[in-house]
Each structure stands twice: as C-alpha cells, then as structure tokens.
C-alpha cells in the first residue's frame, strides 16, 4: 500500500495544503516554500527511526505574537491506498482488518488522522492519531500499525556517521538481524580472547591494566583478584562485535580499503540511500516509506540521475525534494508536487489526472508534448516564478541577451524562457495556468499562430467567452484579447513570420551579415553564394544566383540554422547587451511584461 | 508434531493435521472435541510460517469458547495476535463495531438484553393495538423469523400464505424501527447484519475471507439458517482448510432454529469429508451402552451407519436422527453436554 493522499493543516508554514501522491512523489517547489515540513510532518506520524513528534512550535501561525496554546490545532489526513488493483494484499488485510474505509464506489482504503492541540484541561498539547471512517474515528494508530507502516526520512545533511554510529540508525537495526549460531559465536568468543591475550603482551598495553587494576582495586576496596580488570582492545562479545561492523571501500584506483564514512559527502549521501535499501529489503519492509531530502545534493548530474533511477526503481513508496531539473526531467509528470509560498502560507500545485467529469486533465498528444519539451533544459519552469512560453530555441537564446540590454536578469527575477516547438501552446498553458501550478505566463507567437493562441486562451477559460470574435470584428484581437492576457505577437497578426525573418525585416541585415562572418568565418557567405552557382551549373542551369541581392544570400544562408545567428545577432544588436536602444518594441513588451509578473508573484 | 502425536489418538491427530480437504468431523460426547480444535488450532499457528493469516474458531456458546481458549493459551505456539477464538455473536460484535457504518447503521450500538427485548416489544405491542398478547410469546415468533432469515415483509408473506394474521409481522416491523431508532441490536440482529455487511460491502468478504484462512466451527449441529449463511460468506467454497465439527444427535438448540438440514446444507455446500471421533473420555462403558440403547430407537437415519461408540477403544457409532419432541426427552434422560448457557 502507499500514502495516496496528504492533507496538512496548519503545520509549520502549511496552513491547509492538501496534494495526490504517487508512488514517487517529487517535491519541488523554491526554498523554505514548505517541502520539508512535509516530510518532516508525515516522520512525525509514521517516523520510526529518530522520528521527532509534533512540538508547539510546529503550530503554524502568521504572527509570532500569538501563543502556541492559543494557535489552532495541527491536523493531518493520510489516505492509503493499495499499491497495484483496487485491493489491499492479504498481509494487509490481516493487519488493518478492521480499520478499512469503503469510498463511495466501495473500494477500499486507510485514512489516518492526526492532530496535536492543547488541552486546556489537562494544560498540555496532546497528540492524537487514529484510523478515520465514513462515520467517524477508528482504532487509535498504534505501534502495531504504524510498524506496518514505517516512514524513513533521509534528511538533507545526510550524515552516514550517524547511521553506522548508533543504534538509532539503519546500520545498527540492520545488524541486529544477525543472528549466529551458538557454536558460532562460542568459536568466535573463544578467537576474540586469544586475540585479546596476545595484544595484551605489549607490554605498554599491560603496564596500563596493572595500573588500572591497582587503582580501581583501592578505590572500590576491592579484594585483590587476579583478573579484576581487564582491557579488552576487541569487543568480547559476538553481538557486540557485529554491531561495531563497519563498511569499508576501496577507493578506485587504489589498493586500500577505507571506511565507507571516510568518503567525500556525495558517496556517504549515496551510502544512506543504499544502507535504507538493504535495511528494507532484508527486513521485508515492503511497505516502507522513505522520504528524502534533497537526493541530488554533492552529486554530478550523471548521478543525479543515476539515484533518482534507483529511488523510482525502489519497490518502495518514496518522497523526495529536489531542486534539481536533472531530477524533475527524469520524474513523470503527474509525480511533481510544486510548493508555493505565498505570504505566510504555502500552496501545493500538481497536475490532476483527471477532471471532476472523469475526463483525462491532459490528453494523450498533449502529455506526450510536454514531454518532449520539458526536458532537463526546460524543466526549470517548474522552478520559475514566470515562464515565457515562445515558439522556438531562438527567442531562448535570444531573449536573455535582451534582457541584460533592458537591464533586466532574468535568474534574478526568477523568469524561465521555455520554447514549445511551434504553437503548441495549449498543453503549456494548461499546466501552467491556475489552479494547476499557477505560474505566471508571458508568451510570445508568431503573426501566424496569434488567431490560434487567442481561441487556446477562450478555451481555456483564461480570457471571457466571445471576447475573441467581438475583438476580432473590430480588428482589436492584440490590444483587447492578447496584450491583456500578456501574450505578445512577434510581427503583425495573421502573417507568418519567425523571430529570424521578423529581425530581418527590421532591417538588421547588416548584424546577420556579421553574425555569419564572426561563426562562420569571413568568407563563408561567398563560398556558399559560389557553391549554390555550382549547384545549379549541375543542373544545367545558367549560374545567375550570384546575381541575386545579398540580402537575399544572407536570408538563404541563416535558413539552414537559424537559432546560432539569432543568438549573435541579438549580441550585436545590443552591443553585447549594453544598450537596448535597438531592440524591437515587442521583445521589450515581453520582458517588461514577464519582469512584473515575476515581481507580483513574490508578493503574493 | 510429536506432542500432538502424543497427545492425540490417531483419528483426532488426522484430523487436527489434515489441510488439504474441508472436513466434517462427527464426534460423540466425551469424545475430546474441544481437545481437537484447541489443537487444531495450535497446529495451524505452528505449520504455517507465514505471517499474515488469522485462524478463527468459532462457537455456539462463551463457555466454549472460553474452555477453548484456556486450553490454547497453554500449547506452545499460540500466538494472542493470531487468533479469534470467540461465539458467532461475538464475532459479528466485533465486526459490526468496526463496519456498521457502511450499511447506515451506528457502530456503538447497544445490545440489548431479554429485559429490553420485553420491553421494547410491549410499546410495540401497544403501537399496534394488541396490548394483551404478552411480549414473550411475540418474542419467541420474531426470534423464530430472525433465525430463519424472514424480514418483516417476508415474515407477513409467510403468515398470509398460512393463512395467519399479519399482526405479529406488524409487531416485527415496529420492533425493528423502534431498535434502529434508539440504536440497539438484538442478538439475532448481530448475525443478520453481518450478513448484510458482507453483502453489500464485497470488498470486506475478502478482507475477513483474506484475514481467516483458516476456520474451524464447533458444534456445528447448532448451526442456525442464519449462522449457516454468515459461514458461507466468511469461508469461501472451495476452501481446504474449513473444520467443522458437530455431534447430530445432540442437536441442543434446536429451539433455537437449529435444524439438521443445516448442517447436510453446510456439507453439500462445501463439500466437507466426514470423519469419525470414535472414543470416548467421558463417560464410563455403561453410560454409553445406554445411550447407545436410546440413539437405536431414532427414527431417521442420517448417515445409515450401523455402529456405536465405544470406550477408549476402536469402534463406530451409529448416526441417527430423529424428531425433535423425541429427542429432547431422551437428552432430559441422558445429558452429556454441559454447554447449556445460550446467551452467546
């Protein structure tokens, strides 16, 4: 079974923040947006290694005046459903029998709830969790359960020390499976002391037990005995000895083993994440729950990858925050959960599967659209506080170079530039748009896609119905339809042109010129002017295509790839991004537009 | 195992470790029947290593039930967490407690006594304008249609059919509103909407199908329509590990609506191997002479098998069945059951 639904109020910075979870949920979301506090609320819950409980701090409130007792109580529901079909094994079955609630179709599930409030009675916070049916409380959630149940958390300084340290940590539960045989651990014993013995020769080590023995002999007035004292530089005990165990590697190209807690951060991270998967899969912990903080931290992006593969292989229910566009690539779709803060509350977005209707959120095409979009590059919007949604990898490159020139930084600001591969706006939108994740728009259309983009609006209910046909009987479709929603036309509507051809048209033939000397070299206009001649010599045409205007050659030229000139010639235009007395009004609207809206996100 | 062996004759250890057909184990009095499904138990809980199954023994009557748990608590391998060992009210208690909401009734029901029963029926009674009829009599006729699974509906078609008057289904009808107003069950009511509950919930069967893999039924010989039902739904057909345990000629509750069909229904229905208890602990040699004596004079034979039960030594005994006005008046004469507490 896994946790198929969270609902938090009022803990910490979640003051009513409700989400659907997969069997990998990833949550992402900008600093202190409130992605550790959820797992740190479901540790509180199901936690069972060093799980800390619920504390008066946690209780959200939006003024540090108020007093815990006075703040209100923090409550938490957990659904479960189960991992494949609509029922529960029978291992579950038996140990949640009779827990079960029954949805409106029958289907079965566990709802959990927690609460932690004061009691002004008794004069204490009180910790409350039970199993939850349609008529009310269950049983309350005991150790039995929540043992079914157990939640790991990997926090984000994961410290590999602690775990082979203590016997809190993984590595001690893990060697406290160990079990010997009694011969075994006689043979063992019975080892260890002549081990003891012969090390106890030297004499430095035996000069320190006389001195010991004398001491301790006085202080405790004890009789003199022959053995009283004794150091033992090897544990004496087999259960002992197995626990003291620890993990040694060698380290690539080297002859010699060290400990595995020696390693830089980025190894002992991975070391946590392995010893989690061989302590659930030794136990049989089918049913654990692991959260990690942060699985990319002190790791390479090849790693990166590597260990969320390995994190969604898990048979395991697994939540896991990242800030990591390596990670949100690889993760589906549906499995991102974005928090957002907003003022003192946070917000959980995610992309619903299906609408109150029953109907798929997004359809097939449009899910396999954003897939192929939104990949490592382009993931960053899920991080972005504004997304300029553009036609192609031109306006990326270019829009950049724009904004420095307008004295804008976009990574500041926090603006994504996400092209969508032609017009297909739609899909983007949608996700992108209230109530999914909420990030605010700018985009910029060709003439050509302007009509479509309006009718992608109207559909989406993000403009007034009929407000498209009204605007466009009055020949007002930019001003009354598309500026106000701020999406802006590169050229005029309704005629087909690129943001290369449109820059060429505003007359920077001169920049393209350039651009094409400075990538390409000086003289490969003129090769190519020659080699078209000869093309067409080939064909036993006359080789006039010399004769054309050098406008033209250049216009040709750039066809081939537009997006490597477009990046030098918005250099050239700007001067390297010093001046933007040249830009093109529109591209400055873009920006103006995406730079407010970034602005107003943060406030809130 | 080499307890068991020890402690068992042969026949009550082939029965005790027989997991691969359902079995029907017909044992006379004195003959170690709790003594098997104690151990029946216990070797359930030590030959399955697994470790998410429950066993679920199931009763007519406390006292039972309770002698059963104070023997398995001694064997080693029980297991508390393991195990229901509990009468079919109790059971279906439980699982009302937990599930009744999901057929619109309240889970923290009372139960109500004969007292409350009595007085219940008497406002109904008056409701309906009968205010001599004394309660109990109206009492024992609800009870009646309750055990054979008859609504207030079915029980008024019943009576017309009969010709009867249709006051007593009217009294039934009232009955039933005013328990659910006030939320309260009557014994008869736990076994009911258990049924219900399994019904209309599928997806519970099998969590309690899942959960008991392995039930054993003692006394089955008492088993009412109602009772026989809830048994079809918690143990699926076809299912190789149902015991099933019951003594024809002491069919003790059969005021309570027990009836022998019942138990050739639960026989066809899954199916159930017969198996024999031959010895008896019990009594002494002459005891059983005689009561075999009195079980020759039965008039329907059910089995048509021609032996008696010995004492402590290899042998059959003879099956019969007869009416039930009969029968009583040999139990008045011969008891070896001590079970007599009926209040589940």
Known sequence: MYISRVHVKNFRCLKDVSFDTCKTTVLIGENNAGKSAVLECINAILGQLRASRFEPKDLHTASKEMLPEKRDPIEVELEFQPSTGTAFTKEEHEVFLKQFDFDDNGLERLRISATYSYDVAAQEFVYEAHFQKKDGPGDRLTQRYTKAIPFYLAEALRDLGREMGTRGGFWGKLMDTVKLSDASKHEIEKLLGDVNAEMLKDKTLNAIQIKLKEMLETVMNLEKVKEGVVISPLAQETTEMVRRSDIYLKAPGADVYFPLTTFGMGIQSVGVLALFRTYVETLGLTNAILGVEEPEAHLHPHLQRFIFGELHGLANQVFLTTHSTFITDEAGLYEIVLLKRKGPVALARQIPRVLPSGKPFLEKTEERILRNYINAENSEVFFAKCVILAEGKSEKLTFPIFAKAMNINLDQVGVSVLPVGGSQFRPFLKILSPPVFDVSCVVACDGDAAKALANTLESLDLVPKDSVKKSLQNDRLLEDVLEPRRCFVVGKVGVKENLESFLFAQGFVAEFEQAISDLDGASSLDEYVQKRDATLRGQGKPAEYHKLDRKQHILDYINDAKPRYAERVAELMTKDGTTDERIPDVFKKVLRAAEAASLAAVKG | ?344
């Not at chain 2, 059969?254 to 010895?279: D, Q």
């Not at chain 2, 075999?292 to 004492?311: A, D, Q």
Request: hydrophobic share 35%; charged share 30%; aromatic share 8%.
């Open chain 2, 1 to 344: 195992m080499d307890i068991l062996k020890k402690e068992l004759d042969p026949d009550q250890f082939n029965a005790v470790s027989n997991l691969e057909r359902p079995l029907l184990v017909l044992a006379g009095p004195g003959s170690g029947k709790t003594r098997l499904l104690t151990h029946r138990l216990a070797y359930i809980l030590r030959s399955q290593p697994r470790k998410d199954f429950k066993v679920l023994g199931l009763t007519f009557t406390n006292k039972a039930a309770t002698e059963m748990m104070e023997r398995l608590v001694q064997i080693p391998g029980y297991r508390k967490e393991r195990v229901f060992v509990g009468t079919f009210h109790r059971f279906c208690q439980e699982t009302l407690q937990a599930y009744a909401c999901y057929i619109g009734r309240s889970r923290h029901f009372t139960i109500l006594d004969t007292e409350g029963q009595l007085s219940i029926l008497t406002e109904c009674l008056a409701e309906v304008g009968m205010t001599r009829v004394p309660p109990e009599g109206i009492k024992n006729a609800i009870e009646t249609a309750q055990k054979r699974m008859l609504s207030p509906v079915l029980y008024a078609k019943m009576l017309l059919s009969r010709g009867d008057s249709t006051s007593a289904a009217e009294v039934y009808r009232a009955y039933e509103f005013h328990k659910q107003a006030s939320e309260v069950l009557d014994f008869n009511d736990l076994i009911l909407l258990s049924i219900e509950l399994l019904r209309s919930v599928p997806a519970l069967q099998r969590i309690y199908q899942d959960t008991y893999e392995f039930v054993c039924i003692d006394e089955c010989q008492d088993t009412t329509l109602a009772q026989l039902e809830l048994t079809k739904m918690l143990v699926p057909q076809g299912s190789k590990t149902l015991l099933a345990v019951a003594d024809e000629d002491q069919l003790i509750f059969e005021w309570n609506e027990a009836r022998v069909e019942n138990l050739n229904e639960l026989e066809a229905h899954y199916g159930l191997t017969l198996f024999n208890l031959n010895r008896n602990y019990r009594c002494p040699p002459d005891v059983l002479d005689l009561a075999n004596k009195l079980i020759v004079n039965n008039k329907r034979p059910v089995r048509g098998e021609e032996e008696r039960p010995c004492c402590g030594e290899i042998g059959d005994r003879r099956l019969l069945y007869s009416g039930g006005s009969d029968r009583r008046r040999r139990r008045s004469r011969v008891r070896f059951e001590d079970d007599q507490d009926t209040d589940g």
